[in-house]
């Protein structure tokens, strides 16, 4: 001033510190989630919030189809001051279905089944085409006993990610059961031969053995002429189906009855015209 005179006044200014951002990055399997949990600030906000369950918040779902880098901004209420840190989701993708190989089998019993996957994958084995738990794990798969044809179910599971195939290949192990055919005995008076018929399951064929079991089909018509025959014979008969017999044979008796002894008469004689009495 003019007189020389001065004077003077503080100011301060309060430096506030900004919030340290803190939030997890991961790994998921394409077509899941996770959660994205920030901490360091009061209330935050979320870009992009394509793919999240919220936009804003301390914890969110991530499901995003691809690999995705999201920056999350957090602010302290009183101040105002905010910073941002960034978390990534990164998306694996998930193996194809494996490539089943079906089993048969003629009869009850175990079926060896199949399936195929790239190299690095693993294969699992279900009783289900989804959830449940798993009844064996590798390329084959040999079943419980089984009586009847029935389906498996096979998953792909990628050993680096343990990502699994979002379907199951269902594999399935038949069993043929055939049944026998059915058949009359027949007979005759004194020896000579018998025309035998069976009738099988539809679509089967039938064969004739001599025995019960094993030896080689005399046989593989519906029909069988037996042979010359002075006595009682019993024939087998099976039923046969997609390279299956059936479990077992068909017993068809050909009888031969005997014939009753020739009567024994004596001679008679008499004189002149009458009655004679033959006996």
Not at 93 to 99: A, D, F, M
Not at 146 to 161: G, P, Q, R
């Amino acid at each position: 001033s003019s007189t020389g005179c001065a004077n003077s006044s503080i100011s301060t200014v309060t430096v506030n510190p900004l919030p340290v951002i803190s939030v997890n990055s991961g790994s998921i399997c394409k077509g899941s989630s996770m959660t994205l949990t920030a901490s360091g600030a009061d209330s935050y906000s979320w870009s992009p919030a394509t793919s999240l369950s919220a936009g804003s918040g301390n914890q969110v779902k991530a499901g995003p189809d691809t690999t995705t880098t999201y920056t999350i901004t957090g602010t302290i209420t009183n101040t105002g001051c905010r910073s941002t840190a960034v978390s990534t989701v990164t998306v694996n993708p998930l193996p194809v279905p494996p490539v089943g190989i079906n089993g048969s089998r003629c009869g009850a019993g175990t079926v060896t089944l199949s399936a195929t996957v790239p190299s690095g994958q693993t294969v699992s084995w279900f009783a289900a085409t989804s959830g449940g738990t798993a009844l064996a794990t590798g390329s084959n798969f040999n079943t419980p006993q089984l009586s009847n044809t029935t389906t498996y179910y096979a998953e792909a599971t990628m050993v680096s990610t343990g990502c699994v195939s979002a379907t199951r290949t269902a594999v399935t192990a038949t069993v043929y059961n055939v049944a026998p055919p059915t058949a009359t005995s027949k007979n005759r008076c004194g020896s000579g031969t018998l025309e035998l018929t069976a009738t099988p399951p539809e679509g089967a064929t039938v064969a004739w053995y001599s025995g019960a079991k094993g030896g080689t089909a005399l046989a593989t018509t519906l029909t069988y002429m037996t042979p010359v025959l002075k006595s009682t014979t019993t024939y087998y008969v099976e039923s046969q189906k997609n390279n299956c017999a059936s479990a077992t044979r068909t017993a068809v008796s050909a009888t031969i009855n005997t014939l009753p002894s020739a009567p024994t008469a004596g001679s008679s004689s008499r004189c002149g015209s009458g009655v004679i009495t033959i006996s």
